[in-house]
């Protein structure tokens, strides 16, 4: 397993388009999570998952937002009708959760690095 | 709620020369806290991190971090810097029952040789 995979590592996308990333975790992971960050900043919590469950979304998700694992293996996030102020990088990462405390640390991918014009 | 204060935004150090970052987070309980690195246009890759138990932590890349409860810090230090530690450094907290780490706005670092 060679780590978090994410894909398009670059996206380039007219105001108003629909967006779609996905994000394959480590495969004994069973939480994910999704990051936002912008230049200058650390990252955000938009939301995880473990295995297919949605446990928890931000208040930065708007409804213009959705997120899925169906499997709970892969998970994609879809950006509906795009904003100039969705431009940023979107980083996946995953860890293995167990019982009351989670396992080694968390593991993110090289994030997709979306541009709004 | 848990949250993670980086006071320097920039850090320039000599090649050679020491190296501390410093983290302050506030949370009441011992948190799960971390240290990432990232490069230009890349993710994040974890540098070490503190669970439990022996409060000096030793990471990749030859840096190591100190937990103090009494001051809520988690300062990363490195003995002597390399030009490719040039990087942006996050550090990380997780409450025990929150399951989601809280990133600091980072620190740049800058190294001159």
């Known amino acids: 397993d060679t780590g978090v995979s994410q894909n398009p590592r670059h996206k380039i996308t007219k105001r108003g388009q629909n967006v779609t990333f996905r994000c394959d975790p480590i495969s004994e992971h069973n939480r994910l999570y999704w990051y936002r960050q912008t230049l200058g900043q650390g990252p955000e919590f938009l939301t995880y998952f473990q295995n297919e469950a949605q446990l928890e979304k931000s208040r930065l998700l708007s409804d213009r937002f959705s997120a899925e694992r169906p499997k709970g293996s892969f998970s994609t996030l879809e950006i509906q009708r795009t904003e100039q102020g969705d431009s940023a990088m979107y980083l996946c990462?995953?860890?293995?959760?167990?019982?009351?405390?989670?396992?080694?640390?968390?593991?993110f991918g090289s994030g997709t690095r979306l541009t709004v014009v | 709620a848990q949250s993670v204060t980086q006071p320097d935004i920039h850090i320039t150090v000599s090649e050679g020369a020491s190296l501390e970052l410093r983290c302050n987070y506030s949370?009441?309980?011992?948190?799960?806290l971390f240290w990432y690195v990232q490069s230009p246009g890349q993710g994040l890759q974890l540098l070490l991190k503190y669970f439990s138990g022996d409060t000096l932590v030793q990471g990749i890349k030859g840096f190591e971090a100190e937990f103090k409860r009494s001051q809520s810090s988690f300062n990363l230090r490195k003995p002597s810097v390399h030009w490719s530690d040039a990087a942006e450094y996050f550090c990380a907290v997780e409450s025990g029952g929150s399951y989601i780490p809280t990133f600091g706005r980072g620190t740049s670092l800058i190294v001159h040789p």
């Open positions: 949370y009441g309980a011992t948190p799960y």
């Open positions: 990462a995953s860890n293995l959760w167990v019982g009351q405390g989670i396992i080694y640390g968390y593991t």
